[in-house]
């Protein structure tokens, strides 16, 4: 009988995209979970070293460690099995290879995170990219061995068509200053004036004060939903016939391929991975231009067919199983 791999699976803090990966994992392997912002110190050395034991623990027991993001947490832990001889995975979400100093977004605009970008990136095993355009950047910090594109998986099951469609508009995100550029919320709402007859929300888990600007900012025909449950945020991707995403840049778009699996007809901006991500299922407008995205919005509600090829697309390209199978495939190296 075939010994199963042992995997320590080290992220920064609880997220979907590890939860999801972990039952993956868990499938095929022994696995052990190291969540750092569960660790808690007195103070901060206490908590550093507390960390380090945990991530030195991890790396001991396990035949691969598996990291989520680039950042401190993967640093120790390429470090770490690199000196044991260990196997290592690192999943990059998009904002540990970005430099956007226009917005001031980005790893790499620190330099000593940008430092340790770098070296997890030349000393990994594995890097996994979340789309073709993280890939791109990744591969402009340097020649690596090995980067292979596993887009993130969604559960097509629950996030499925339920509900007759409405005449209504809308975008998910976190709710903080940053967001209002990144994300587009801004000229989410630009847009909404141009179009007073439709409702328009902007939902997501409130992070800051800046969602009482929104409020004030935004014409009567936005509703502001703050920190819904996974089943409300599931209804509103149910009910809405469009859903944008107007943002500066995305790496993935984990929000709008839910959207599209609920049969949303997808309009995003020509930045980052959201136009591969979309294919030729939604509408493309340029980042900021509210006339052009109020224009497509309008394409968008008279579309239906979209909407089904849109779920479609993300059960053909952006399956939970899809992913689970290329990660085990590159865990026992074999060609993805």
């Known amino acids: 009988m075939k010994q199963q791999k042992k995997i320590f699976l080290v992220s920064p803090s609880p997220s979907t995209f590890t939860e999801r990966d972990l039952e993956a994992l868990r499938q095929e392997y022994y696995v ?8 808690r110190g007195s103070n901060g050395l206490k908590h ?8 030195l623990r991890g790396v001991l027991w396990a035949d691969l460690t598996y990291s989520w993001f680039a950042h401190n947490h993967s640093y120790l832990a390429v470090t770490l099995a690199n000196l044991l001889g260990k196997r290592t995975i690192v999943v ?21 995170l940008a430092k340790r970008v770098n070296y997890i990136i030349q000393n990994a095993d594995h890097i996994l990219a979340v789309s073709e355009f993280n890939r791109r950047e990744i591969l ?3 020649v690596r061995r090995y980067v292979a594109v596993v887009y993130n998986g969604i559960d097509c099951a629950q996030f499925s068509p339920g509900e007759e469609k409405r005449d209504l508009v809308i975008t998910v995100c976190q709710i903080n200053r940053s967001n209002i550029t990144l994300k587009g919320l801004d000229t989410f709402l630009e847009t909404a004036k141009r179009l007073p007859d439709l409702r328009f929300a902007i939902i997501g888990r409130v992070l800051d004060g800046s969602i009482e600007d929104l409020k004030r900012d935004a014409p009567p025909n936005v509703e502001v939903i703050p920190s819904p449950s996974q089943d409300e945020l ?41 136009p591969e991500v979309v294919g030729d299922v939604g509408f493309v407008v340029p980042y900021g231009d509210a006339e052009a995205t109020a224009a497509a919005i309008v394409k968008a509600l008279q579309s239906d067919a979209r909407g089904r090829a849109a779920r479609i697309r993300v059960q053909r390209e952006f399956s939970l199983e899809e992913r689970r199978q290329k990660i085990q495939r590159i865990i026992e190296e074999k060609p993805v």
């Open 48 to 55: 550093s070293l507390r960390i380090a034991f945990e991530i």
């Open 234 to 274: 599931l209804q509103w991707y149910r009910r809405a016939k469009v859903y944008c995403q107007l943002s500066y840049r995305e790496s993935f778009g984990v929000a709008l391929a839910e959207a599209m699996s609920c049969e949303c007809v997808p309009v995003v901006t020509d930045r980052g991975a959201l």
């Open 140 to 142: 402009e910090l340097g």
């Open 32 to 39: 052990r979970e190291a969540v750092i912002s569960n660790y």
């Open 92 to 112: 990059i979400g998009g904002y540990e290879v970005a430099r956007e100093p226009e917005i001031g977004y980005g790893a790499l605009l620190d330099p000593k």
